[in-house]
């Protein structure tokens, strides 16, 4: 677990656990003689994935950024992902519990990242978080049930009792939370992935979700086999860039598994590396 304060902010980054993901998938069009420098591999050509989620104390809200895969996968999903369901405890490590969370965040709707919005309690799907305001874009919501190429990674039971019950609050476009949290939408993963971004005391820090998933995919051209937009993935990491590397920012990692956060800049060469510091 890792804690830091970011102006008048505690962020602490949590772990849902770590699952296996495709290399090949992960890394898209990337040659594994390249990825396989960067990240380990098993003999199935799978890499460890971490499930970062991250809480953000402002003094008088929790907000939680992600939840996870949660522990509702089916027995063939969970046989080929794995799931750890760690998320809950780490957060009552952190000394928070699921009643202590006001607001929610999800970048977006696949099921790596909403899991834990909602839990099974005998034949009904309920808030974890019975307290919280959950937020997500409209049109992630409604790109969730249209039956596209990674329509396999929605689970509706995550997050469709939350929008039915009023809980869950679609937004259209950019937007800020609270003062300080606000969200912007990079398209490019999917077409309504939002980031998510932290500022307090001149200082900035971004939850930037599958457009940079690791600290090995923060070259522009390293983009997933899973983005619907690969393009735009392009596009929008480097406009992330213009704004990220000058200004210092933060950038979080939803699924590295040993970093979860670290900052950007540029080696000798030009290209974009992460600096943990």
């Not at 609270?178 to 200082?203: E, K, Y």
Request: one cysteine or more; hydrophobic letters at 35%.
């Amino acid at each position: 677990m890792q804690r830091m304060t970011l102006g008048d902010f505690e962020l602490t980054a949590l772990s849902d656990g770590i699952y296996y993901l495709d290399g090949g998938a992960f890394f898209g069009i990337v040659p594994k003689v390249l990825w396989s420098k960067r990240v380990p591999f098993d003999a199935d050509n799978r890499v460890p994935t971490g499930l970062n989620s991250v809480l953000v104390r402002t003094g008088d809200k929790n907000v939680l950024i992600e939840t996870g895969v949660g522990n509702k996968l089916a027995e063939k999903m969970a046989r080929i992902y794995g799931q750890p369901a760690k998320l809950l405890g780490n957060l009552g490590g952190a000394g928070v519990s699921p009643d202590d969370i006001d607001i929610v965040i999800n970048s977006h709707l696949h099921f790596d990242h909403c899991g834990w919005n909602t839990i099974r309690q005998e034949d009904k799907l309920v808030p974890t978080f019975p307290r919280a305001k959950y937020y997500v874009q409209e049109g992630e919501w409604k790109h969730a049930h249209e039956n596209q190429r990674d329509s396999v990674s929605y689970l509706h039971e995550n997050y469709d009792p939350l929008v039915e019950s009023g809980r869950m609050q679609l937004l259209r476009g950019d937007e800020e939370i609270l003062p300080g949290i606000s969200v912007q939408v990079f398209p490019g993963h999917t077409r309504d992935m939002q980031a998510v971004i932290v500022t307090s005391g001149g200082q900035t820090a971004c939850y930037i979700s599958d457009l940079i998933p690791t600290s090995a995919h923060v070259e522009v051209n390293w983009v997933m086999g899973f983005d619907l937009y690969p393009l735009e993935t392009i596009e929008s990491r480097k406009r992330y860039y213009s704004r990220a590397i000058p200004g210092k920012w933060l950038t979080m990692f939803t699924h590295d598994p040993e970093i979860a956060w670290a900052y950007l800049g540029k080696d000798e060469r030009g290209k974009i590396i992460a600096v943990t510091r």
